[in-house]
């Protein structure tokens, strides 16, 4: 079975400082992964999508991961944060369709 | 083009009353799959369905629930005797093809939920 694990539940930056979550996953094979992010009463939205590809993936909004294999880790980071990245993100992988979602990291970002 | 549609967007329920939630994928798009987001739960898999066929019900609960993806009309998500543990926000999503393989690389775009509140 599949999973991913988001390390962080909570992660506070300021305005035009980097972002990083993190997030690891385990699959027996190579997985299919994503990042979504949902304001706060509001859908899910794709950010980016890793499909083999390319290891470092561009995503919408300035953010960016890279699929680490070594590490089993796919991390997302955006160079400068901004005030409407505050939301909650989810880091997600995919098994046979179905989307397995990591518990969440709320994104907190200070004036 | 109009992405995935849900409605209602708030439904609120007595107790042993029917929840009925629907989902109209996005244009061209054949499969669509049912997420629910439990407070403190996070968002879990329910059924993954292509019209007229159930891929995937893994994630529903045995009883009450069921799903469907008629040959014409949205999904509906039906939930029969609802209880106040199934307040949550119900979540809908499409993608243009599903998976037969183990990998299944295609994204899902999703609607903006039912949030459905069981008094």
């Known amino acids: 079975a599949q999973s991913v694990t988001q390390l962080d539940s909570h992660v506070s930056v300021s305005e035009g400082t980097p972002v990083l979550l993190r997030c690891n996953y385990s699959s027996s094979y190579s997985p299919s992964l994503f990042w979504y992010v949902q304001h706060p009463n509001k859908g899910l939205q794709l950010l980016l999508k890793?499909?083999?590809?390319?290891?470092l993936v561009k995503g919408i909004n300035g953010f960016e991961a890279e699929f680490k294999k070594s590490e089993t880790s796919f991390h997302l980071t955006k160079p400068s944060a901004h005030m409407s990245d505050a939301a909650e993100y989810f880091c997600?992988?995919?098994?046979?369709?179905?989307?397995?979602f990591g518990q969440g990291t709320e994104l907190s970002v200070k004036p | 083009n109009a992405g995935v549609m849900q409605n209602p967007r708030h439904l609120v329920r007595r107790r042993g009353q029917e929840a009925r939630l629907r989902c109209s994928p996005m244009k061209g798009h054949s499969h669509v799959y049912w997420y629910r987001q439990l407070p403190e739960e996070g968002l879990k898999f329910m059924v993954y369905l292509q019209k007229e066929n159930i891929i995937d019900e893994s994630g529903m609960p045995k009883e009450r629930f069921s799903a469907e993806f008629p040959k014409e009309g949205p999904s509906i998500l039906r939930i029969q005797q609802v209880v106040r543990g199934d307040s949550a926000a119900y979540f809908c999503?499409?993608?243009?093809?599903?998976?037969?393989?183990?990998?299944?690389?295609?994204?899902?775009?999703f609607g903006p939920g039912t949030r459905l509140t069981v008094t």
């Open positions: 890793y499909t083999s590809a390319a290891t």
């Open positions: 999503a499409s993608s243009p093809s599903g998976t037969g393989t183990l990998r299944g690389g295609y994204e899902q775009y």
């Open positions: 997600v992988v995919s098994q046979r369709g179905k989307l397995i």
